[in-house]
Protein backbone atom coordinates (compact mmCIF):
# COMPACT_ATOMS: atom_id res chain seq x y z
CA UNK A 1 0.00 0.00 0.00
CA UNK A 2 1.25 3.34 -0.76
CA UNK A 3 -0.19 6.33 2.03
CA UNK A 4 -0.48 9.24 1.49
CA UNK A 5 -0.82 11.36 4.74
CA UNK A 6 0.27 14.18 6.27
CA UNK A 7 -0.62 14.79 9.56
CA UNK A 8 0.12 11.31 10.18
CA UNK A 9 2.48 8.91 12.68
CA UNK A 10 3.80 6.37 9.81
CA UNK A 11 5.93 4.84 11.98
CA UNK A 12 3.19 4.17 14.09
CA UNK A 13 0.91 2.81 11.28
CA UNK A 14 3.39 0.59 10.15
CA UNK A 15 3.91 -1.33 13.33
CA UNK A 16 -0.31 -1.35 14.12
CA UNK A 17 -1.27 -2.71 10.71
CA UNK A 18 1.29 -5.19 10.11
CA UNK A 19 -1.28 -6.96 7.58
CA UNK A 20 -0.22 -4.96 5.03
CA UNK A 21 3.10 -3.63 2.97
CA UNK A 22 4.01 -0.10 2.80
CA UNK A 23 5.95 1.44 0.41
CA UNK A 24 6.67 4.86 -0.90
CA UNK A 25 4.31 6.99 -2.01
CA UNK A 26 4.83 6.74 -6.25
CA UNK A 27 5.89 3.65 -5.85
CA UNK A 28 3.75 0.37 -7.39
CA UNK A 29 1.30 -0.53 -5.20
CA UNK A 30 -1.77 -2.91 -5.20
CA UNK A 31 -3.89 -0.03 -3.25
CA UNK A 32 -3.34 3.70 -2.70
CA UNK A 33 -4.50 5.45 0.50
CA UNK A 34 -4.70 8.87 1.35
CA UNK A 35 -5.95 10.01 4.95
CA UNK A 36 -7.31 13.85 5.37
CA UNK A 37 -8.81 15.27 8.33
CA UNK A 38 -10.96 18.42 8.77
CA UNK A 39 -12.53 19.87 12.15
CA UNK A 40 -16.24 18.32 13.23
CA UNK A 41 -18.57 20.17 15.68
CA UNK A 42 -18.34 19.62 19.57
CA UNK A 43 -14.34 19.13 19.66
CA UNK A 44 -14.60 16.78 17.53
CA UNK A 45 -12.02 15.35 14.39
CA UNK A 46 -12.96 13.73 11.45
CA UNK A 47 -10.72 11.65 9.37
CA UNK A 48 -11.25 10.13 6.17
CA UNK A 49 -9.54 7.95 3.94
CA UNK A 50 -9.93 7.15 0.43
CA UNK A 51 -8.83 4.07 -0.82
CA UNK A 52 -7.73 3.51 -4.96
CA UNK A 53 -7.19 0.01 -5.92
CA UNK A 54 -5.01 -0.71 -8.65
CA UNK A 55 -3.82 -4.08 -10.93
CA UNK A 56 -5.95 -7.02 -9.45
CA UNK A 57 -7.98 -4.65 -7.55
CA UNK A 58 -8.98 -2.17 -10.08
CA UNK A 59 -12.04 -0.51 -10.18
CA UNK A 60 -12.39 -1.35 -6.23
CA UNK A 61 -12.15 2.22 -4.39
CA UNK A 62 -13.62 2.69 -1.14
CA UNK A 63 -14.24 5.73 1.30
CA UNK A 64 -14.86 5.59 4.91
CA UNK A 65 -15.05 8.58 7.69
CA UNK A 66 -15.08 8.24 11.45
CA UNK A 67 -15.57 11.27 14.41
CA UNK A 68 -12.49 11.24 17.19
CA UNK A 69 -13.22 13.09 20.53
CA UNK A 70 -9.58 11.89 21.34
CA UNK A 71 -8.42 13.93 23.87
CA UNK A 72 -4.82 13.43 23.44
CA UNK A 73 -2.78 12.58 20.09
CA UNK A 74 -2.02 9.22 21.25
CA UNK A 75 -5.85 8.57 20.74
CA UNK A 76 -6.46 10.26 17.68
CA UNK A 77 -3.89 7.77 16.34
CA UNK A 78 -5.65 4.84 17.36
CA UNK A 79 -8.89 5.45 16.04
CA UNK A 80 -6.81 6.24 12.59
CA UNK A 81 -5.38 2.82 13.00
CA UNK A 82 -8.35 1.77 13.49
CA UNK A 83 -10.10 3.54 10.03
CA UNK A 84 -7.35 2.40 8.16
CA UNK A 85 -7.69 -1.61 8.87
CA UNK A 86 -11.71 -1.14 8.12
CA UNK A 87 -10.48 0.37 4.69
CA UNK A 88 -8.43 -2.06 4.11
CA UNK A 89 -9.21 -5.41 5.33
CA UNK A 90 -11.63 -6.14 2.24
CA UNK A 91 -8.32 -5.96 0.15
CA UNK A 92 -5.97 -7.85 2.93
CA UNK A 93 -8.76 -10.68 2.85
CA UNK A 94 -7.91 -11.37 -1.16
CA UNK A 95 -4.47 -12.00 -0.20
CA UNK A 96 -2.53 -15.14 1.34
CA UNK A 97 -2.76 -13.51 4.88
CA UNK A 98 -6.43 -14.04 4.85
CA UNK A 99 -6.16 -17.03 7.55
CA UNK A 100 -4.10 -14.51 9.50
CA UNK A 101 -7.09 -12.50 9.71
CA UNK A 102 -9.69 -12.25 12.70
CA UNK A 103 -12.68 -10.05 13.47
CA UNK A 104 -13.31 -8.57 17.16
CA UNK A 105 -16.04 -6.72 18.37
CA UNK A 106 -16.55 -4.17 21.27
CA UNK A 107 -19.65 -3.75 22.79
CA UNK A 108 -20.81 -0.31 23.04
CA UNK A 109 -21.20 1.51 26.52
CA UNK A 110 -24.57 1.61 27.93
CA UNK A 111 -24.29 5.38 29.12
CA UNK A 112 -23.10 7.55 26.09
CA UNK A 113 -19.97 9.11 27.15
CA UNK A 114 -20.35 12.99 27.27
CA UNK A 115 -19.24 15.33 24.57
CA UNK A 116 -16.54 17.02 25.72
CA UNK A 117 -16.42 20.92 25.43
CA UNK A 118 -13.90 22.57 22.94
CA UNK A 119 -12.76 25.89 25.18
CA UNK A 120 -11.33 26.86 22.00
CA UNK A 121 -13.76 27.13 19.74
CA UNK A 122 -12.14 25.71 16.95
CA UNK A 123 -9.65 28.92 17.17
CA UNK A 124 -5.48 27.97 16.35
CA UNK A 125 -3.03 30.41 17.56
CA UNK A 126 0.47 30.82 16.18
CA UNK A 127 3.69 32.94 17.58
CA UNK A 128 6.72 32.95 16.43
CA UNK A 129 10.08 34.85 16.27
CA UNK A 130 13.40 34.40 14.26
CA UNK A 131 16.83 35.91 14.16
CA UNK A 132 20.09 35.35 12.70
CA UNK A 133 23.52 36.94 12.48
CA UNK A 134 26.47 36.17 10.27
CA UNK A 135 29.59 37.83 9.07
CA UNK A 136 32.89 38.11 8.92
CA UNK A 137 36.11 41.09 9.11
CA UNK A 138 34.54 43.43 6.66
CA UNK A 139 30.79 42.29 6.20
CA UNK A 140 27.87 41.74 8.56
CA UNK A 141 24.58 40.33 8.11
CA UNK A 142 21.51 40.13 10.85
CA UNK A 143 17.50 39.49 10.28
CA UNK A 144 15.06 39.95 13.06
CA UNK A 145 11.35 38.62 12.26
CA UNK A 146 8.02 38.11 14.08
CA UNK A 147 4.94 36.92 13.08
CA UNK A 148 1.56 35.63 14.88
CA UNK A 149 -1.60 34.25 13.50
CA UNK A 150 -5.09 32.95 14.38
CA UNK A 151 -6.94 30.60 12.58
CA UNK A 152 -10.37 28.88 12.76
CA UNK A 153 -11.77 26.26 10.25
CA UNK A 154 -15.02 24.81 10.11
CA UNK A 155 -17.51 23.62 7.36
CA UNK A 156 -19.40 27.01 7.18
CA UNK A 157 -16.64 29.37 7.84
CA UNK A 158 -12.67 29.56 7.30
CA UNK A 159 -10.88 32.58 8.83
CA UNK A 160 -7.34 33.63 9.30
CA UNK A 161 -5.91 36.57 10.75
CA UNK A 162 -1.52 37.29 10.97
CA UNK A 163 0.47 39.53 11.75
CA UNK A 164 4.52 40.00 10.39
CA UNK A 165 7.23 42.05 11.69
CA UNK A 166 11.02 42.23 9.70
CA UNK A 167 14.06 44.28 9.65
CA UNK A 168 17.11 43.23 7.83
CA UNK A 169 20.15 44.68 8.45
CA UNK A 170 23.65 44.34 6.47
CA UNK A 171 27.50 46.21 6.05
CA UNK A 172 29.87 45.68 3.72
CA UNK A 173 33.24 47.62 4.35
CA UNK A 174 34.84 48.97 1.26
CA UNK A 175 37.99 50.39 2.39
CA UNK A 176 39.45 51.95 5.03
CA UNK A 177 37.20 55.02 4.33
CA UNK A 178 33.70 53.42 3.03
CA UNK A 179 31.54 51.09 4.55
CA UNK A 180 27.88 50.40 2.83
CA UNK A 181 25.19 49.93 5.48
CA UNK A 182 21.88 48.47 4.02
CA UNK A 183 18.52 48.43 5.81
CA UNK A 184 14.92 47.03 5.25
CA UNK A 185 12.23 46.94 6.85
CA UNK A 186 8.79 45.13 6.25
CA UNK A 187 5.58 44.44 8.05
CA UNK A 188 2.05 43.45 7.25
CA UNK A 189 -1.38 42.52 8.68
CA UNK A 190 -3.97 40.13 7.01
CA UNK A 191 -7.48 39.09 7.47
CA UNK A 192 -9.52 36.07 5.24
CA UNK A 193 -12.60 35.62 6.01
CA UNK A 194 -14.67 32.49 3.71
CA UNK A 195 -18.71 31.82 4.08
CA UNK A 196 -19.48 28.57 2.74
CA UNK A 197 -22.62 28.98 0.87
CA UNK A 198 -22.91 25.11 -0.32
CA UNK A 199 -21.11 22.46 -2.11
CA UNK A 200 -19.94 24.27 -4.76
CA UNK A 201 -19.79 28.13 -3.85
CA UNK A 202 -18.26 29.95 -1.61
CA UNK A 203 -18.49 34.09 -0.26
CA UNK A 204 -15.05 35.56 0.41
CA UNK A 205 -13.40 38.56 1.82
CA UNK A 206 -9.58 39.49 2.46
CA UNK A 207 -7.71 42.94 3.96
CA UNK A 208 -4.39 43.87 4.38
CA UNK A 209 -2.24 46.47 5.43
CA UNK A 210 1.82 46.65 5.04
CA UNK A 211 4.96 48.20 4.62
CA UNK A 212 7.96 47.39 2.66
CA UNK A 213 11.12 49.83 2.61
CA UNK A 214 11.77 47.71 -0.62
CA UNK A 215 8.59 48.70 -2.53
CA UNK A 216 8.49 52.24 -1.35
CA UNK A 217 5.73 52.33 0.46
CA UNK A 218 4.90 53.64 4.05
CA UNK A 219 1.12 52.10 4.02
CA UNK A 220 -0.55 50.16 1.71
CA UNK A 221 -4.42 48.93 2.58
CA UNK A 222 -6.32 46.53 0.64
CA UNK A 223 -10.16 45.30 0.63
CA UNK A 224 -10.61 42.46 -2.00
CA UNK A 225 -14.16 40.87 -1.20
CA UNK A 226 -14.71 37.88 -3.85
CA UNK A 227 -16.76 34.58 -4.71
CA UNK A 228 -15.38 31.68 -5.96
CA UNK A 229 -17.15 28.72 -7.59
CA UNK A 230 -15.75 25.06 -8.02
CA UNK A 231 -17.30 22.95 -10.82
CA UNK A 232 -16.71 19.76 -8.63
CA UNK A 233 -17.95 19.37 -5.06
CA UNK A 234 -15.37 21.04 -2.46
CA UNK A 235 -15.72 17.24 -0.44
CA UNK A 236 -13.96 15.79 -3.13
CA UNK A 237 -10.85 18.48 -3.38
CA UNK A 238 -8.38 16.43 -2.35
CA UNK A 239 -8.61 14.27 -5.29
CA UNK A 240 -10.11 16.99 -7.99
CA UNK A 241 -10.90 20.23 -8.04
CA UNK A 242 -11.67 23.00 -10.70
CA UNK A 243 -12.51 27.06 -9.06
CA UNK A 244 -13.39 29.90 -10.78
CA UNK A 245 -12.86 32.81 -8.78
CA UNK A 246 -13.56 36.95 -8.88
CA UNK A 247 -12.16 39.64 -7.01
CA UNK A 248 -12.92 43.29 -6.60
CA UNK A 249 -12.17 45.84 -4.35
CA UNK A 250 -10.00 48.91 -3.22
CA UNK A 251 -6.72 49.97 -2.23
CA UNK A 252 -4.69 53.27 -1.11
CA UNK A 253 -0.96 53.44 -0.74
CA UNK A 254 1.43 56.21 0.78
CA UNK A 255 5.11 56.19 -0.74
CA UNK A 256 7.85 56.99 1.30
CA UNK A 257 9.20 58.98 -2.21
CA UNK A 258 7.66 60.62 -4.87
CA UNK A 259 6.79 57.14 -7.64
CA UNK A 260 7.28 57.15 -11.58
CA UNK A 261 3.88 59.11 -11.58
CA UNK A 262 4.56 62.16 -9.20
CA UNK A 263 2.87 61.00 -6.52
CA UNK A 264 3.10 60.60 -2.67
CA UNK A 265 -0.20 58.83 -2.62
CA UNK A 266 -2.55 56.63 -4.61
CA UNK A 267 -6.15 55.26 -3.78
CA UNK A 268 -7.60 52.55 -6.58
CA UNK A 269 -9.83 50.26 -7.53
CA UNK A 270 -8.69 46.73 -8.22
CA UNK A 271 -10.35 43.39 -9.56
CA UNK A 272 -8.55 39.83 -10.08
CA UNK A 273 -10.13 36.68 -11.99
CA UNK A 274 -8.48 33.50 -11.23
CA UNK A 275 -9.01 29.95 -12.62
CA UNK A 276 -7.31 27.10 -10.56
CA UNK A 277 -7.22 23.03 -11.50
CA UNK A 278 -5.76 20.78 -9.22
CA UNK A 279 -5.76 16.41 -9.59
CA UNK A 280 -4.59 14.30 -7.53
CA UNK A 281 -4.31 10.75 -7.98
CA UNK A 282 -2.54 7.44 -7.36
CA UNK A 283 -0.22 8.16 -10.79
CA UNK A 284 0.48 11.85 -8.95
CA UNK A 285 -0.58 15.50 -9.10
CA UNK A 286 -0.80 18.50 -11.17
CA UNK A 287 -1.77 21.77 -10.74
CA UNK A 288 -2.35 24.65 -12.86
CA UNK A 289 -3.74 28.51 -12.31
CA UNK A 290 -3.92 31.42 -14.51
CA UNK A 291 -4.68 34.96 -13.06
CA UNK A 292 -5.59 38.66 -14.38
CA UNK A 293 -5.09 41.41 -12.70
CA UNK A 294 -6.26 44.74 -13.29
CA UNK A 295 -7.01 48.81 -12.02
CA UNK A 296 -10.35 49.28 -12.80
CA UNK A 297 -9.41 53.01 -12.38
CA UNK A 298 -6.12 52.92 -14.71
CA UNK A 299 -7.15 50.02 -16.83
CA UNK A 300 -3.95 49.94 -18.59
CA UNK A 301 -2.37 48.32 -15.46
CA UNK A 302 -2.40 44.77 -15.66
CA UNK A 303 -0.72 41.67 -14.68
CA UNK A 304 -1.19 38.00 -15.91
CA UNK A 305 0.41 35.17 -14.23
CA UNK A 306 0.94 31.85 -15.28
CA UNK A 307 1.95 28.72 -12.91
CA UNK A 308 1.70 24.80 -12.85
CA UNK A 309 3.02 21.91 -10.95
CA UNK A 310 3.44 18.63 -11.57
CA UNK A 311 4.55 15.28 -9.86
CA UNK A 312 4.11 11.65 -11.95
CA UNK A 313 5.00 8.81 -11.65
CA UNK A 314 6.05 7.63 -15.07
CA UNK A 315 7.71 3.97 -14.06
CA UNK A 316 7.38 2.06 -11.04
CA UNK A 317 9.80 3.61 -8.91
CA UNK A 318 10.36 6.62 -11.02
CA UNK A 319 8.77 9.86 -10.76
CA UNK A 320 8.92 13.34 -12.45
CA UNK A 321 8.19 16.64 -11.22
CA UNK A 322 8.66 20.36 -11.80
CA UNK A 323 6.67 23.11 -11.68
CA UNK A 324 6.88 26.85 -13.39
CA UNK A 325 5.63 30.08 -13.07
CA UNK A 326 5.23 33.39 -15.61
CA UNK A 327 3.84 36.77 -15.06
CA UNK A 328 3.43 39.39 -17.76
CA UNK A 329 3.99 42.40 -15.65
CA UNK A 330 2.43 46.17 -16.33
CA UNK A 331 1.06 47.51 -12.80
CA UNK A 332 4.41 49.07 -11.65
CA UNK A 333 2.86 52.08 -9.59
CA UNK A 334 4.99 52.05 -6.56
CA UNK A 335 8.50 52.52 -8.13
CA UNK A 336 10.64 55.50 -6.86
CA UNK A 337 10.92 58.08 -9.23
CA UNK A 338 14.77 58.53 -10.68
CA UNK A 339 17.89 56.07 -11.20
CA UNK A 340 18.53 53.49 -8.62
CA UNK A 341 22.23 53.45 -7.79
CA UNK A 342 24.62 50.75 -7.94
CA UNK A 343 24.77 49.91 -4.66
CA UNK A 344 20.99 49.73 -4.49
CA UNK A 345 20.68 47.49 -7.38
CA UNK A 346 23.57 44.81 -6.68
CA UNK A 347 22.37 44.87 -2.86
CA UNK A 348 18.50 44.68 -4.25
CA UNK A 349 17.49 47.73 -1.92
CA UNK A 350 15.03 49.09 -4.40
CA UNK A 351 12.26 47.12 -6.42
CA UNK A 352 13.77 48.20 -10.45
CA UNK A 353 11.13 47.96 -12.89
CA UNK A 354 10.48 44.95 -15.39
CA UNK A 355 8.19 43.89 -17.94
CA UNK A 356 8.61 40.24 -16.37
CA UNK A 357 9.27 37.37 -14.32
CA UNK A 358 9.77 33.67 -14.50
CA UNK A 359 10.75 30.59 -12.30
CA UNK A 360 10.67 27.44 -13.43
CA UNK A 361 12.48 23.71 -11.59
CA UNK A 362 12.47 20.44 -13.45
CA UNK A 363 13.44 17.24 -11.79
CA UNK A 364 13.21 13.27 -11.20
CA UNK A 365 13.61 11.06 -8.16
CA UNK A 366 14.38 7.05 -8.25
CA UNK A 367 13.54 5.11 -5.69
CA UNK A 368 15.33 1.23 -5.50
CA UNK A 369 15.94 -1.24 -2.95
CA UNK A 370 13.82 -2.84 0.14
CA UNK A 371 10.71 -0.48 -0.52
CA UNK A 372 8.57 -2.72 1.62
CA UNK A 373 10.61 -2.90 4.61
CA UNK A 374 8.04 -2.37 7.85
CA UNK A 375 10.67 -2.41 10.32
CA UNK A 376 10.57 1.09 12.74
CA UNK A 377 13.38 1.75 14.19
CA UNK A 378 12.53 5.23 16.25
CA UNK A 379 16.04 5.49 18.05
CA UNK A 380 18.39 8.86 17.38
CA UNK A 381 14.98 10.36 16.18
CA UNK A 382 15.35 14.19 16.63
Not at 169 to 184: M, P
Not at 248 to 257: K, L, N, S
Not at 335 to 353: N, T
Request: proline share 4%.
Amino acid sequence: MALTCEPCDLASLRTAIAFVDFVTPGADADVAAEVSTSPAPDAQTEWRVAVTGAGRFSGRDRRLSTLTRGATPADRQKDLEHLLKLALVEYAADTSVFTQLAVTHTRAASTPASTPHDPWNFWVYRISGNMYASGQQTTSDGYYEISTSANRVTEAWKMRFSGYRGISRSSFEIDENETIKTRLLDWSGDAFVVKSLGPQWSLGFRGSASGSSFNNTNLAMRLMPGIEYDLFPYKESSKRSLTLQYNIGGAHYDFIAPTIYDKTSETTIDQSAVAALGLRQPWGQIGAGLEFGQQLSSPDRTRVTILGSFNIRILKSVTLNGEASYARIRDQFTIEKGEASDDEVLLRQRQLATGHRYFFSFGFSYSFGALKNTTVNPRFNN
